[in-house]
C-alpha cells in the first residue's frame, strides 16, 4: 500500500527455555521447579473488545487526497469504521474491527475533491511504534476485484526513506494475498514482493494471521505461522540503503481501485480497477474488512 504506484523464517517464538537433563527423565515435559524464561514483550494489543475504536490506540486518517489513482475518500465515520460483536464479528471471539467501505456519489472532501466512494483507514502514529519485533493480525476479507485492503507499517519520514513494510495486501483475487517491501531504491515496482496463494477452501474470505518478523537484518514474512518471505539487508543494499532501523507505525485501510488493483483485473470501467460486479457489492454492503486483533511483540 505504498505511495508511488506500484514473509517468517523458522524461529522459536516467544521464549529462552532453560531445561535441565531431567526433561528426558519427566517425558518431555518442563519440571514444576524449572520456569520458563519469558524473553517476550507485547508492547501493542488490541481485540476490538469495546463499543467502538479506541482512540488512545489509534488515529482515524481524513484524506482529501489520495495515491495510486484509489477512488475512494477516507473519513472518520461509524459508516466506514465500527466495531462488530457477536454473530456479526463472524468469529471473533471478542470483537472485531470492520473497515467497511460504502458507496456515497458526489461526496466533497473539504478540499472540495469529488469521491463516489468513502472508506476507513486508521493508524498509530505517535502512539505505537517500534523498531524490530513481531508485528501480527488476524484477519478476514470478503472477496471482490479492485477490493483494496491492506494491513503495513510506515516509518516516520520522507517515503521511501523511512521504509515501508507491507504485511498484507489484497487486490480481490481471493486465492492469494501478497507482501512487500519499499525503500530507496526499491520502491514503487519493487524488486521485494511476493504472493502466497491459499488452498480453494483457505482463501482469504477466511481468518489468516498476517506477519513480519522484523530484525535488524531482516524482515520475514509469516501467513498463518508459516514464512511466506523473505527480504535481508544485504538483499536491499543491492539496490539502495536499507530503511528499516528505524521506528515505524501500524496501518489498517481500504482502499478501492487503483493502479494495483487495476495492474491485475485490467478495469477501466466504471471507475480505474473497480468493476461493475464489485461496485454492486460494495453499494449492497457486502465488501468488509474484519480484524480480530492486531499485536506487537518485541523480544527483550
Known amino acids: 500500500m505504498h505511495s508511488l504506484p506500484f514473509l517468517r523464517w523458522a524461529a522459536l517464538l516467544g521464549a529462552g527455555f532453560i531445561l535441565s537433563c531431567s526433561m528426558t527423565e519427566n517425558n518431555g515435559t518442563i519440571p514444576e521447579d524449572h520456569p520458563v524464561e519469558n524473553k517476550d514483550q507485547t508492547i501493542f494489543f488490541d481485540d476490538f473488545s469495546g463499543k467502538e475504536l479506541d482512540r488512545t490506540k489509534w488515529n482515524v486518517e481524513i484524506t482529501g487526497y489520495t495515491n495510486n489513482k484509489e477512488q475512494q475518500a477516507y473519513v472518520d465515520s461509524s459508516a466506514t469504521i465500527y466495531i462488530a460483536h457477536g454473530a456479526d464479528a463472524e468469529g471473533a471471539a471478542n470483537g472485531?474491527?470492520?473497515?467497511q467501505p460504502r458507496f456515497a456519489p458526489g461526496f466533497l472532501t473539504p478540499e472540495g475533491r469529488s469521491f463516489d466512494f468513502?472508506?476507513?483507514?486508521?493508524?498509530?502514529r505517535k502512539k505505537v511504534e517500534f523498531t524490530y519485533g513481531e508485528a501480527s493480525a488476524r484477519i478476514r476479507m470478503t472477496e471482490g476485484a479492485g477490493l483494496w485492503p491492506a494491513w503495513w507499517m510506515l516509518g516516520n519520514g520522507p517515503w521511501p526513506d523511512a521504509g515501508e513494510i507491507d504485511v498484507m495486501e489484497y487486490i480481490g483475487e481471493q486465492d492469494w494475498a501478497s507482501a512487500a517491501v519499499h525503500g530507496p531504491g526499491y520502491s514503487g515496482e519493487t524488486p521485494f514482493v511476493n504472493r502466497l496463494y491459499f488452498?480453494?477452501?483457505?482463501?482469504?474470505?477466511h481468518w489468516h494471521v498476517y506477519a513480519v518478523d522484523w530484525t535488524p537484518d531482516s524482515?520475514?514474512?509469516?501467513?498463518?505461522g508459516a514464512p511466506m518471505f523473505r527480504v535481508t539487508r544485504t538483499m536491499a543494499e543491492h539496490?539502495?540503503?536499507w530503511a528499516f532501523d528505524n521506528a515505524q507505525f501500524l496501518i489498517l485501510n481500504f482502499?478501492?481501485?487503483g493502479a494495483y488493483p487495476a495492474k491485475i483485473n485490467g478495469a477501466k470501467e466504471p471507475y480505474y480497477g473497480l468493476p461493475s460486479p464489485t461496485v454492486e457489492a460494495i453499494k449492497q454492503g457486502h465488501s468488509r474488512l474484519m480484524v480480530d486483533w492486531v499485536k506487537v511483540v518485541k523480544k527483550v
Open 96 to 99: 472485531a474491527l470492520v473497515l
Open 118 to 124: 468513502i472508506s476507513g483507514r486508521i493508524n498509530t
Open 199 to 205: 488452498p480453494g477452501r483457505n482463501d482469504v474470505t
Open 219 to 224: 524482515l520475514i514474512f509469516k501467513y498463518d
Open 239 to 241: 539496490y539502495g540503503k
Open 255 to 257: 482502499a478501492l481501485g
